[in-house]
């Protein structure tokens, strides 16, 4: 397996090259999916599932989507006429009007790339005590996946702050002038396909939220997956939330509201911000992962700028 | 024999992954590029969901591989149609540009 492994890190670290030095954004947004791909793989590889659906949908596929979206735009506002342009987005800020050099990039990117393998060495020893704790822990958290009981157990601090980031950088995305809305042409195999693959990824979308009490899966992964859902119904003109209610403030908002009122009306049950009282705890976790299934698929589909309704 | 049958499926999965992706490599255009890497491909997913088959624990997880293989074909099928749909509209426009009136 070692000469898999090293075939599969190997793999990655050409694709990071491709990526980055490819003739076009296009190219190297395409090379950019694969790469997370190949990423995903090696997490699997490294024993973390949860990490690896979470890459391989949040980072291939709505990043690459999104990084996609804005090549094509780019594109079409290079090459595209002068009203075309008249009419795309304006940037909020002054354009730059020389880039820096390269070199300067690379070198500061290389710089944080040695203090991060600084940092993951000096983590390394806490690593196996934290491993050693949860298991330790895991009896009383009535959660029987370690990875959900840390996200919304013991550390349901950092995933309360995780969701705020989230809702804020949804509301800068909301606060931006909105992308030129090019009418998407009617296609009778796209609209069949995708009739046929909503659907079953809806189902997949809510077997993984279910399944994230008990094994890999959880919000969002989930969420992830029921804005792919969405989105595919957009693009290919299927009546699925054709008002766009998903993107509006109250439902990018739930998240972090059904967190906060859970985390502090049962943490008052329970004598601790943010604590479950025993017995509670699943339907507690599920209600909050629902909650943040559908905000997290809000905000991927609120990044693809389709807050406004057309 | 099962253990044999599986490799020999496992090593023309191989064999037709990697046609496919030589005629990515090598193809001229773009058309011909889809039809090399969607037969192949397709073929070659279906040869390997076979090997693995043989291996399947339960009737359940065997159930599980042919669905993958199915949803990967439907969606392979219809990728490689929009590429190739696009890829004839943007042939279309290159040669209506010169007049300026479609």
Same mark, same amino acid.
Request: net charge positive.
């Given at each position: 397996?070692?000469?898999?492994?090293?075939?599969?890190?190997?793999?990655?670290?050409?694709?990071?090259?491709?990526?980055?030095?490819?003739?076009?954004?296009?190219?190297?947004?395409?090379?950019?999916?694969?790469?997370?791909?190949?990423?995903?793989?090696?997490?699997?590889?490294?024993?973390?599932?949860?990490?690896?659906?979470?890459?391989?949908?949040?980072?291939?596929?709505?990043?690459?989507?999104?990084?996609?979206?804005?090549?094509?735009?780019?594109?079409?506002?290079?090459?595209?006429?002068?009203?075309?342009?008249?009419?795309?987005?304006?940037?909020?800020?002054?354009?730059?009007?020389?880039?820096?050099?390269?070199?300067?990039?690379?070198?500061?990117?290389?710089?944080?790339?040695?203090?991060?393998?600084?940092?993951?060495?000096?983590?390394?020893?806490?690593?196996?005590?934290?491993?050693?704790?949860?298991?330790?822990?895991?009896?009383?958290?009535?959660?029987?996946?370690?990875?959900?009981?840390?996200?919304?157990?013991?550390?349901?601090?950092?995933?309360?702050?995780?969701?705020?980031?989230?809702?804020?950088?949804?509301?800068?995305?909301?606060?931006?002038?909105?992308?030129?809305?090019?009418?998407?042409?009617?296609?009778?195999?796209?609209?069949?396909?995708?009739?046929?693959?909503?659907?079953?990824?809806?189902?997949?979308?809510?077997?993984?939220?279910?399944?994230?009490?008990?094994?890999?899966?959880?919000?969002?992964?989930?969420?992830?997956?029921?804005?792919?859902?969405?989105?595919?119904?957009?693009?290919?003109?299927?009546?699925?939330?054709?008002?766009?209610?998903?993107?509006?403030?109250?439902?990018?908002?739930?998240?972090?509201?059904?967190?906060?009122?859970?985390?502090?009306?049962?943490?008052?049950?329970?004598?601790?911000?943010?604590?479950?009282?025993?017995?509670?705890?699943?339907?507690?976790?599920?209600?909050?992962?629902?909650?943040?299934?559908?905000?997290?698929?809000?905000?991927?589909?609120?990044?693809?700028?389709?807050?406004?309704?057309? | 024999? $099962?253990? +044999? &049958?599986?490799? !020999? @499926?496992? /090593?023309?999965?191989?064999?037709?992954?990697?046609?496919?992706? #030589?005629?990515? =490599?090598?193809?001229?255009?773009?058309?011909?590029?889809?039809?090399?890497?969607?037969?192949?491909?397709?073929?070659?997913?279906? $040869?390997? +969901? &076979?090997?693995? !088959? @043989?291996? /399947?624990?339960?009737?359940?997880?065997?159930?599980?591989?042919? #669905?993958?293989? =199915?949803?990967?074909?439907?969606?392979?099928?219809?990728?490689?149609?929009?590429?190739?749909?696009?890829?004839?509209?943007?042939?279309?426009?290159?040669?209506?540009?010169?007049?300026? /009136?479609?």
């Amino acid at each position: 397996m070692i000469a898999a492994d090293l075939l599969l890190a190997l793999a990655l670290l050409l694709l990071a090259a491709a990526a980055l030095l490819a003739r076009s954004v296009q190219i190297g947004s395409v090379l950019f999916i694969a790469f997370g791909l190949v990423l995903a793989l090696v997490w699997v590889r490294l024993g973390a599932p949860d990490v690896a659906l979470a890459e391989a949908a949040i980072g291939a596929g709505v990043a690459g989507a999104l990084l996609l979206l804005a090549a094509s735009e780019f594109e079409s506002r290079r090459s595209g006429s002068a009203s075309a342009r008249a009419a795309g987005p304006r940037l909020p800020w002054p354009r730059p009007q020389r880039s820096r050099p390269r070199w300067v990039l690379g070198a500061l990117a290389l710089a944080c790339a040695g203090l991060l393998l600084l940092a993951a060495q000096a983590i390394e020893p806490l690593a196996g005590a934290a491993t050693e704790a949860v298991a330790h822990a895991l009896p009383q958290a009535e959660i029987a996946h370690p990875v959900t009981a840390v996200l919304l157990s013991f550390r349901a601090y950092d995933t309360l702050l995780e969701i705020a980031v989230l809702l804020a950088a949804v509301v800068a995305v909301k606060a931006a002038p909105a992308p030129l809305q090019r009418p998407l042409p009617h296609d009778p195999v796209l609209a069949r396909v995708t009739a046929l693959t909503v659907p079953l990824a809806l189902l997949v979308a809510v077997y993984l939220l279910w399944a994230g009490s008990s094994r890999s899966g959880g919000a969002f992964q989930a969420g992830a997956v029921l804005a792919g859902a969405v989105l595919l119904a957009r693009f290919a003109s299927l009546p699925l939330d054709p008002q766009s209610h998903l993107t509006r403030p109250p439902l990018l908002a739930l998240g972090l509201a059904v967190f906060i009122l859970i985390g502090l009306g049962a943490g008052a049950l329970a004598g601790a911000a943010l604590g479950y009282p025993a017995g509670w705890v699943k339907p507690l976790v599920l209600a909050i992962e629902a909650a943040l299934m559908v905000s997290i698929a809000a905000t991927l589909v609120a990044l693809f700028g389709g807050g406004k309704a057309a | 024999m $099962l253990e +044999a &049958l599986s490799w !020999l @499926l496992l /090593a023309l999965a191989a064999l037709f992954f990697s046609a496919g992706t #030589l005629g990515l =490599l090598r193809l001229p255009d773009t058309l011909s590029r889809i039809h090399a890497l969607t037969k192949a491909d397709n073929l070659g997913l279906g $040869l390997a +969901a &076979l090997a693995l !088959l @043989l291996h /399947a624990e339960s009737w359940a997880a065997a159930a599980q591989i042919g #669905l993958i293989w =199915l949803l990967a074909l439907a969606a392979s099928a219809a990728s490689g149609y929009l590429i190739a749909r696009r890829c004839l509209l943007e042939a279309h426009q290159v040669n209506h540009k010169p007049g300026a /009136a479609p």
